[in-house]
């Protein structure tokens, strides 16, 4: 009796609790455009998020040539955040677009266990090949209208109506609950007699 009611609360758990993503590493990054008031998103299965990425070096060296970088209200600045698991940053690329000599880019990486620390200047360096990043930069943030047409129709699309009849998930879930809170009562009680006896 024991092991069934054992082994009815190890179902019951499986069934009731979330499921755990199994991404392993980097999985999007998010583009803003402070200036021109635009966001856009990239996940890793798209082309256009591996080419970013290797414009900007996996791990940039800081070039001693480069200038004080900062960039202020109004200025041509484009922000890369890259996420893990869609939750945890792990870089940030500041992306000057309008410097006199040209692009230049301001790294700042996770490190180790202390994770990413904004306090600290970052690794200023050149991107692999400048009128590139500003170009898929730019398709990225102004996307063809085609294209904002199609998420605007899918954003816009009516919810599915309500599924019918029986929800037989949901009455299974509630049947395995009721079986394990009625054998978890019968052992308390059993143990309870036992004990008064």
Known sequence: MRLLALLAVIVTTFLV????????????????????????????????????????????????????????PGSRTVRLTWLIHDVHVWRVDHVFLDLPDGVWIETTMA???????????????????????????YSVLN??????????????????????????????IGAVCGVVIVLAGRVVFGMMRRRSA
Do not use: C, F
Request: net charge negative; proline share 12%.
């Open 17 to 72: 609790s979330p499921s755990v993503a199994l991404a392993g590493g980097p999985t999007s990054v998010i583009i803003t455009s402070p200036a021109e008031e635009k966001a856009a998103a990239l996940y890793t299965s798209q082309a256009d998020y591996g080419h970013l990425m290797s414009l900007l070096g996996n791990n940039p060296v800081a070039d001693p040539q480069a200038p004080d970088v900062a960039g202020g």
């Open 111 to 137: 490190a180790g266990e202390d994770g990413l620390k904004l306090d600290r200047p970052g690794v200023v360096h050149r991107p692999a090949d400048q009128h590139t990043l500003r170009k898929l930069l």
């Open 143 to 172: 996307p063809a209208p085609e294209a904002t047409a199609q998420v605007r129709t899918a954003a816009s699309a009516p919810p599915p109506p309500a599924a019918e009849g029986i929800q037989w998930t949901s009455l299974l």
